[in-house]
Nanobody, 114 residues
Framework: QEYLVESGGGSVHPGGSLRFSCAASKKFYVMNWYRQAPGKDREFFTSITSDGITHYADDVKGRFTISRDNAKNTMYLQMNSLKPEDTAVYFC???????????WGQGIQVTVSS
């Protein structure tokens, strides 16, 4: 069975940090993070390929870092300098190289507030 299981998240004050992990059943070609704030569409914000090529949306550049350990089939997301607008449900996502099927983690709430 192919799966993604997220761990981490929580509530922090502005400027704080959180670290997520996403444990996968296999080495997916590309792994991603999406987030969905209340009343908004689900938004892509970072990705990493199995070769370590990364992409970041402008609003998280310099604050978030994506990485992966292929031996453990696990992806990590380090989030620093968190802002209230980062409040959302965060979803791990993955795809195989020659398939366009979507595999999703269960979603974890991140709340950044004073």
């Amino acid at each position: 069975q192919e799966y993604l299981v997220e761990s981490g998240g929580g509530s922090v004050h502005p400027g704080g940090s959180l670290r997520f992990s996403c444990a996968a059943s296999k080495k997916f070609y590309v792994m991603n993070w999406y987030r969905q704030a209340p009343g908004k569409d689900r938004e892509f914000f970072t990705s990493i390929t199995s070769d370590g090529i990364t992409h970041y949306a402008d609003d998280v550049k310099g604050r978030f870092t994506i990485s992966r350990d292929n031996a453990k089939n696990t992806m990590y997301l380090q989030m620093n300098s968190l802002k209230p607008e980062d409040t959302a449900v965060y979803f791990c996502h993955a795809r195989n190289k020659y398939e366009l099927r979507d595999f999703w983690g269960q979603g974890i709430q991140v709340t950044v507030s004073s």
